[in-house]
């Protein structure tokens, strides 16, 4: 992918250090914008992706639109939960506070900031992405938004992130080292029902989950591992997800494989 880095016009030296920073971590050139349109950067130097440092972190211009962190869902799934409703999700994990959660797909982490929110801070949540320019929004999104909720504020920063591929990093992990680990790939079959994730399919890798891939989740995995998929889709039987979970209208739904019974079923409620 042909990508550069720049900022917005006027920038200020913090966001100059944070251009040359992200540019030099993902291998490619920072050039000062000096108010030259985008569309004539992308031509002078043949890119078709450009990331511009504003003053509200990293966007990155794609041809399918600005991809930048943002809370998503993630903030009424919370306020959900607080208001004692349950979330299919959390459900699907069993996940009480303290425990441990693998997110081997993290992209945004809108599901990953939900779940960190549960965890509360004796809890521990790792999040893998695979792509560089993705895991380098979700990370300055999980360092630096500032919202007004200190508690979701907490959650973003607890999450850790590593960029690498979850085959990999699975193989290295000893057995039973998380108590959840969970996949949410790209859909087989794209829902689009936020047109402000779009962007993410030209920046994410679209690989298929493999059998091999959820054995390992298994063996690192100590009470669960989870899937988030399309409802209905062929990826459950395919993978040995035999437990579904999610509402009965819903466009999406949790298979869930269970390895160990959950402890007295205690869910966490707000
Ligand atoms: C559907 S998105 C996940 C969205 C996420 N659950 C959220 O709430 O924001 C899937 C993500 O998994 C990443 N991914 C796909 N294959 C991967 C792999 N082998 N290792 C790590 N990440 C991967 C994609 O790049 C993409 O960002």
């Known amino acids: 992918m042909e990508l550069l880095v720049t900022t917005s016009d006027n920038p200020t030296t913090a966001m100059l250090e944070t251009g040359y920073k992200i540019a030099t971590e993902l291998g490619v050139l920072f050039v000062k914008k000096k108010r030259t349109s985008l ?145 949410d790939p790209m859909f087989r079959r794209p829902v689009y029902t936020s047109s402000s994730l779009r962007p993410l399919r030209y920046l994410a890798n679209h690989n298929p989950l493999t059998s091999s891939a959820v054995a390992s989740a298994c063996r690192v995995a100590k009470r669960r591992v989870v899937m988030k998929e399309a409802a209905g889709s062929a990826e459950f039987e395919r993978l040995g997800f035999k437990t579904l979970i999610g509402g009965k209208y819903s466009s999406i739904q949790y298979g869930v494989i269970e390895l160990e019974p959950s402890a007295g079923g205690q869910l966490w409620s707000g």
Not at 92 to 116: F, N, P, Q, R, Y
Not at 139 to 166: C, H, M, P, T
């Open 39 to 183: 569309a004539t950067l992308k031509k002078q130097y043949n890119v078709d992706h450009v990331i511009v440092v504003t003053r509200n972190g990293p966007v990155v211009h794609t041809p399918g639109g600005e991809y930048f962190f943002h809370l998503s869902m993630a903030e009424l799934r919370i306020k959900n939960l607080r208001n004692g409703k349950h979330d299919h999700m959390i459900t699907a994990m069993t996940l009480e506070k303290g425990m441990s959660v693998l997110d081997c797909t993290l992209g945004l982490a809108t599901d990953a900031i939900v779940a960190s929110f549960v965890l509360g801070e004796d809890g521990l949540l790792v999040g893998i992405e695979y792509s560089p320019i993705i895991a380098m929004v979700t990370r300055w999104g999980l360092e630096n938004f500032d919202g007004s909720d200190s508690e979701i504020n907490g959650a973003l920063r607890r999450i850790q992130v590593k960029q690498g591929d979850y085959e990999e990093y699975l193989a290295a992990l000893p057995d039973k080292s998380f108590d959840v680990v969970y996949f």
